[in-house]
């Protein structure tokens, strides 16, 4: 009788703990994919060494994509606090979310789309669900 009294509360722990684990793994997602996809647009052929030639579209955008992908390590130590979660989980679900419809309406990028809509679902799960794992 004892045991299955504790059960309930086991399988709430271990959701928690899927959770924070959910939300470290979409971190590191994060910031892998975008230090990437930084790096690519920075040195590309529009990047850094399109210096001086106008249209540096690209450079310019690869280093508001580091700036995305240093929000998983600015969160980090903070990664259990719900304001500063909420925070970072809002910018990272709306960045996610409009370059995921960007893509879509281009149409010419399948896996940058793959990505970000899956990146977009994570944040829009674990936003949803922050109050289970984060405290004040």
Known sequence: MRDSALRPNTSIKQG??????????????NLLTEAMAA???IGGPEGISAAGKGEMWSMHYGFAVLAIASASLWIWPYRTNIKAVTAVLGVLTTFHAVLFVSLTLAGDQAAGMIIHAFLAALCV????QRSRWCSD
């Open 125 to 128: 799960l674990l936003f949803t």
């Open 39 to 41: 790096t690519a647009l």
């Open 16 to 29: 928690t703990e899927i959770l924070k684990v959910l939300f470290i793994i979409m971190l590191v997602l």
